[in-house]
T-cell receptor, first 110, second 110 residues
């Protein structure tokens, strides 16, 4: 089945800096790549997603890029704020099967 | 629109007992996914139900089972509980390719 690797496992940045989280996937048939944010005591929430026919997508301070040839995709958060502190998960979908990365704990220091 | 609801929020059991976790999907969503999130780890896929049928299961022993009811709600049952079953169990429902998560049931096995 699909295998998703996510790096780094922890990331600490100063408020206002950018944060980048990277994921790789194994199955070239994967066609949908969402990112989830999980705050303490809550379930993961979808923050942005990208389909395999698109190279980049932006939503305000958040962007995702996809390189299908290299089978990797990244989450970019600009102008980070303390409320961005959370665990972020990438995922890859093949057919109806969604597999997740191990997560990145992002800490934004004020 | 009400989100995915899970009950109970917390569940404490002793080793060898059985646990039953419940999930109510967003209205109109027919697919239910169950994930296990052990402390410090990512989301491990457990089970997928759609239209009352089990469609796929992850690499978990048979003592993890479940069902989906005609109203699309779902139960996850864990028999013969072991200490390592302690985790947050997340339910998600799907619309198109997007997954929407509940807040989870924190299962503690003593």
């Amino acid at each position: 089945g699909e295998n998703v690797e996510q790096h780094p496992s922890t990331l600490s940045v100063q408020e206002g800096d950018s944060a980048v989280i990277k994921c790789t996937y194994s199955d070239s048939a994967s066609n949908y790549f969402p990112w989830y944010k999980q705050e303490l005591g809550k379930g993961p929430q979808l923050i942005i997603d990208i389909r395999s026919n698109v190279g980049e997508k932006k939503d305000q301070r958040i962007a995702v890029t996809l390189n299908k040839t290299a089978k990797h995709f990244s989450l970019h958060i600009t102008e980070t704020q303390p409320e961005d502190s959370a665990v972020y998960f990438c995922a890859a979908r093949i057919s109806m099967d969604m597999r997740f990365g191990a997560g990145t704990r992002l800490t934004v220091k004020p | 629109e009400a989100g995915v609801t899970q009950s109970p929020t917390h569940l404490i059991k002793t080793r060898g007992q059985q646990a039953t976790l419940r999930c109510s999907p967003i209205s109109g969503h027919t697919s239910v996914y169950w994930y296990q999130q052990a402390l410090g780890l990512g989301l491990q896929f457990l089970l997928w139900y759609d239209e009352g049928e089990e469609r796929n299961r992850g690499n978990f022993p048979p003592r993890f089972s479940g069902r989906q009811f005609p109203n699309y709600s779902s139960e996850l049952n864990v028999n013969a509980l072991e200490l390592e079953d302690s985790a947050l169990y997340l339910c998600a429902t799907r619309r198109d390719e997007k997954l929407f998560f509940g807040s989870g049931t924190q299962l503690s096995v003593l």
